[in-house]
């Protein structure tokens, strides 16, 4: 068997930031996971040669010992959330490490308020937006101040401000040198500014590049661009034009709207709103980017249009019905959703079944087709477990069922997290494919660079103190 990282070698001093970045599934969570001490132990593996964290021999000696000195930001925030209320979530971590019960109740709610979630403290973390999942997962890691901290695509749904606020405090800790900081992260004009070291891999899982930032861009720009790993926009070609915002599909003669949302609202609990009075249209053609903070409501919005939930309040038509009492067969012919997190989705035991699970003989027919334009080939991945592939890989893998089934309107939440360049670029070829073909894509993201690449028109929510509204 290959393995996931090797020949890997690298000296990182306390206080000091290591940049790791790659093409999907070249092993940069592997070896993050490896640098916190889950790998081996937590996480099955074999680990050969030394890895030293923080004076502990990885895999030598108790992983406890390991894990007392580093907190860890997975790519996925809702795979290591644990408890069911957020207060207890910050907790649970604290307790772990022997923390009093004088000292939890002061630290909890200063950890939240740090990343914007005071009030939270009651909350049901399974009923977090993406991004609110992806902050506690991070206040949780910083609660205790640990002397090294590994952060896996710790910005993949967060909003522009809590992109922003990260990055800050990533950067005082950096000038502080007060934690050994280790960041996977395909943001490149965020992260490279606070890097002191950069490992790049190849698709390999070995280094192609090993250095300071100034120094690799110098010297290896070229050849990390040509890995597909995202570099700073001065060293990036530009993508070339956009379309315009909110075209339709040429041809196609004017007639009632695809989607239809008339004066939406929608609540869990009648006393806090998540969506109040939206009203939306798109026709055959048109991309639409839910644009808006962590919370208001993208990802809610989007399900109501694609019939997974009821709204509470208004009403929704897709091709001039219910989406809601549509038989799932028809559902499915009409729109094609894409959650947030690829695992929730998955339910197959190989990614060939995965993309074709659902298809009659016609739609399998494709698979092949759709898997080679995802980077996903069927001899290289079909028999592969969804579970064992990257998150970037498991991100196409979760688009491929709805592409295959070419239905009328997509609607996609945050697509384009955990992609490298190349990556990137097969998504925006297969979208901008679809709309010229007729297909309505709605979009739920925080990435300026897909909503200026599609030509997307901004859907901006914002919140008031009844929910969330158009801007």
């Known amino acids: 068997m290959a393995a996931a990282v090797a020949d890997v070698s690298f000296d990182l001093p306390a206080g000091g930031c290591l940049l790791i970045v790659g093409p999907s599934g070249s092993g940069k969570s592997t070896l993050a996971r490896a640098i916190a001490g889950l790998v081996p132990g937590a996480i099955a593996g074999r680990l050969d040669g030394q890895l030293v964290v923080g004076g502990c021999l990885a895999g030598r000696d108790p992983q406890a010992q390991v894990a007392r000195q580093v907190g860890i930001v997975f790519q996925d925030p809702e795979s290591q959330l644990v408890m069911e209320r957020v207060e207890d979530e910050v907790a649970f971590g604290l307790e772990s490490l022997g923390w009093p019960a004088r000292a939890m109740r002061t630290r909890v709610p200063e950890a939240l308020a740090e990343l914007g979630l005071a009030g939270f403290e009651h909350r049901r973390t399974a009923r977090l937006s993406g991004g609110e999942q992806q902050r506690l997962a991070i206040a949780g890691a910083l609660a205790a101040a640990p002397g090294i901290l590994v952060l896996d695509e710790p910005t993949a749904n967060l909003d522009a401000d809590g ?5 800050t ?18 943001r490149a004009d965020l992260v490279w500014p606070l890097a002191d070291l950069v490992l790049a891999l190849g698709s390999d899982g070995r280094p192609i590049a090993l250095g300071a930032p100034g120094a690799v861009l110098e010297r290896d720009a070229a050849l990390l661009a040509a890995a597909g790993i995202w570099l700073p926009d001065s060293f990036v070609p530009g993508s070339g034009a956009a379309a315009s915002p909110g075209q339709r599909h040429a041809g196609l003669a004017a007639g009632r709207p695809l989607v239809e949302v008339r004066g939406v609202g929608f609540a869990w609990d009648r006393t806090q709103p998540v969506l109040r009075a939206l009203d939306l249209e798109l026709g055959a053609g ?3 980017a839910m644009l808006g903070p962590n919370g208001i409501g993208k990802s809610t919005l989007g ?3 694609s019939g997974l939930l009821r709204p509470t309040a208004g009403s929704v038509r897709l091709a001039g019905s219910d989406p809601a009492r549509l038989p799932a067969r028809e559902l499915a012919r009409l729109v094609g959703y894409v959650f947030q997190d690829p695992e929730r989705q998955f339910v197959a035991a190989t990614v060939r079944a995965e993309m074709e699970a659902g298809l009659d003989e016609s739609g399998r027919a494709g698979v092949a087709e759709v898997a080679a334009t995802l980077g996903l080939p069927l001899e290289v991945f079909g028999e592969r477990s969804p579970y064992t592939l990257s998150g970037g890989e498991q991100r196409r893998l979760s688009l491929a069922p709805a592409l295959a089934r070419r239905p009328s309107l997509l609607v996609l939440d945050e697509p384009t997290y955990g992609q490298d360049r190349h990556g990137y670029d097969r998504l925006l070829d297969v979208f901008r494919a679809r709309l010229g073909s007729g297909t309505a894509i709605l979009v739920a993201t925080h990435d300026p660079r897909l909503v200026a690449d599609l030509g997307a028109r901004p859907f901006v929510m914002g919140a008031t103190t009844n929910g969330a509204v158009v801007a």
């Open 163 to 167: 992109t922003r606020e990260l990055a």
């Open 169 to 186: 405090r990533l950067a005082d800790m950096r000038a502080a040198r007060s934690t050994t900081i280790v960041l996977v992260e395909h």
């Open 286 to 288: 048109d991309r639409v």
């Open 303 to 305: 399900r109501i249009v």
